[in-house]
């Protein structure tokens, strides 16, 4: 059912593949400043990692990318090009997916004290706060010192937001 009186609109949603690395990493580094991301003092290569991106009639139109380690999932980079749409939903849910099959426990993503909107996003979504990181941007300006001082808003870019959404033993694909 569209939302707010407006019509629908299609998109695909698919995995990323190696040959979509080039455009995935110019929307990273357009959208974060590079693809080198910093999560818990952790700095990484989003560019590199597997994720899902959408597209509305072949065009890209979102990206979400992820990484499983030691049975938790981490969602490091989600962005929508075309917002409003569902776009933003549907990647999640991908990731949920991928995360299931990988027999993850939990999922779990860093968001800054600035980011509104993605609070919002993730809680209307099953997420909860899990641990706030004060002043966690200073270390992280240390590893990728183009993090703008100010965020949206103009809000200082100052702490580290960690949510969460815990899956369920029976959510998981039985192990053999
Ligand atoms: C957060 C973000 C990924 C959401 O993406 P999106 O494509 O707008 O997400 P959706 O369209 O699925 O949902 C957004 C809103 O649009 C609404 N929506 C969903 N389908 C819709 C449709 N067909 N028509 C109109 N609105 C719709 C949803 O209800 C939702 O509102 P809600 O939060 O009140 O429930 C996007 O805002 C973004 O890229 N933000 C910048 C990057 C960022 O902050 N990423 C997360 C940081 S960790």
């Known amino acids: 059912m569209p939302a707010r009186g407006h019509l629908p609109v299609a998109f695909t949603i698919r995995p990323l593949t190696d040959r979509d690395r080039p455009w995935a990493a110019r929307l990273l580094s357009a959208r974060w400043g590079s693809t080198r991301m910093v999560t ?4 990484f290569d989003a560019g590199a990692l597997p994720g899902f991106y959408a597209t509305i009639e072949d065009v890209p139109s979102g990206l979400v ?10 969602i490091t980079t989600l962005d929508s090009l075309r917002e409003g749409l569902g776009i933003g939903t549907a990647l999640l849910a991908a990731v949920e997916r991928a995360a299931r099959e990988a027999g993850s426990r939990r999922l779990w993503l ?5 980011n509104l909107h993605a ?5 209307r979504r099953g997420y909860t706060l ?5 002043d966690a941007l200073a270390e992280s300006r240390r590893l990728k010192p183009e993090i703008p001082l100010l965020g949206l808003a103009g809000i200082p870019l100052r702490d580290e937001i960690e949510l969460e959404k815990r899956l369920a033993a029976g959510d998981r694909p039985a192990r053999a």
Do not use: K
Request: positive net charge.
């Open 40 to 43: 818990r003092g952790r700095l």
């Open 65 to 74: 990318t992820y990484h499983l380690a030691r049975g938790e999932c981490e």
């Open 110 to 114: 860093i968001t800054t004290n600035d």
């Open 119 to 123: 609070l919002r996003f993730y809680q």
């Open 130 to 134: 899990a641990a706030l990181y004060p």
